[in-house]
């Protein structure tokens, strides 16, 4: 698939500058990717769909969403990225890309979330690490502890903006977001402080 990127040329970047959402943190840039990796990823892409950060942990639980814990219990499955790999979750602008990494890139694992599929989404943490958990037809806990907090935190901010209004990209609504994860502690004071200016400067 043919993409046009921007007046960097592709091998500058891990991905081209026509694939990174305005708006994307530094995840998206610092991912590094192999060749192979890199191409199996941008090849999942649609036309027109932009990434807008990636997480990185180990592993992932998946489960059917159902108020019976024994069924829910039976339901559940575990997927864990080899040795030295990473579990990528890919946010873009239209759905979570989860990526299971192997140790032959051709054997790595491609699960797609789309926002539609999901009612809520939140950061939490579990045995001293960072996790993603997504509610919807299915539950999800996603490891994310090889992430900072703030790139967490922020990728987290873009996917409830699209499961409200896919449309909106309000910084104050983002700050207000931000302030919530502060009041829970995922946040620190200054990570806080750090991206409300960032947003500011955006107004």
Known sequence: ??????NRDDGDLPFSD???AETAG???RATELGGVRRTALVDRLDDGERLHAVLRGRLMDYERDDDDDDAREASRTRKMASHGTDLMTVVTDRRLLLVVQRDDPASDEYRTVPFDELAAASLETANESQR???RGTRRYYIDVGRSGRTVAADALATIQQRLGDPETD???ERIEQLAELHERGILTADEFEAKKRE???RI
């Open 1 to 6: 698939m043919e993409r046009s990127g921007g």
């Open 18 to 20: 026509g694939l990174i």
């Open 26 to 28: 530094e995840s998206v």
């Open 132 to 134: 993603l958990v997504l």
């Open 170 to 172: 309000d910084p104050i």
């Open 199 to 201: 947003l500011l400067d």
